[in-house]
Every structure is written in structure tokens, then in C-alpha cells.
């Protein structure tokens, strides 16, 4: 879809993939875990919330609100790129 490609271009050229795996992808990092199947994990942030888009976009946007101490950093971006970015990722199965 037309947000999920958008999605895909933010993960790409953010420090997402300077951190993370996804297979068949450019994004080769294991900083954070790979998220080739991130879609079929019920849960997120080692099972602290359950993965669906509202709590995916959450994450994303303040991870540190969820587990504070985390590696994953805010990355500070825009609501429109966090829903690209959550449409992106929540097709990865």
C-alpha cells in the first residue's frame, strides 16, 4: 500500500536499519532485534505490550514511556511517519 511503501522509506532512511535486521532487505543491523516477522510476534518490548498498531506506534514514538532504559532511541518522528512506519512494519510476516 501506498503508507506501507512510505513506511518502508522511513525505516530506510532512518537509524532504524542502522539497528535492525529485516531479511531480504538492506536493513542488516543486529543493534535491535530482528524484525523480519515482527507481524506474527503478539507482544513487543519482551512482552511488555501487545503488538498491535495503536501500541506499535506508541513504541515507536516514545520508547522509552514503555521500558525505560531501552536501546531503542526517539527518533523524533512525525505522526504521519510513525502511521507510515507502523503500516510498514505491521505487513512484515
Not at 530506510?12 to 542502522?18: E, F, H, L, P, V
Not at 543493534?31 to 498498531?53: C, E, F, K, Q, W
Amino acid at each position: 500500500t501506498p503508507p506501507a511503501r512510505a513506511g518502508e522509506r522511513t525505516f530506510m532512511g532512518n537509524q532504524c536499519a542502522s539497528c535492525h535486521q529485516i531479511r531480504g532487505t538492506p536493513a542488516q543491523a543486529y543493534v535491535g532485534p530482528d524484525l523480519t516477522h515482527l507481524a506474527t510476534r503478539s507482544t513487543l518490548a519482551a512482552n511488555l505490550i501487545p503488538n498491535d498498531p495503536r501500541h506499535l506506534a506508541a513504541w515507536i514514538s516514545d520508547p522509552q514511556a514503555i521500558k525505560p532504559g531501552n536501546r531503542m532511541p526517539d527518533l523524533g518522528l512525525s505522526p504521519t511517519a510513525v502511521s507510515a512506519l507502523v503500516a510498514y512494519l505491521d505487513g512484515l510476516r
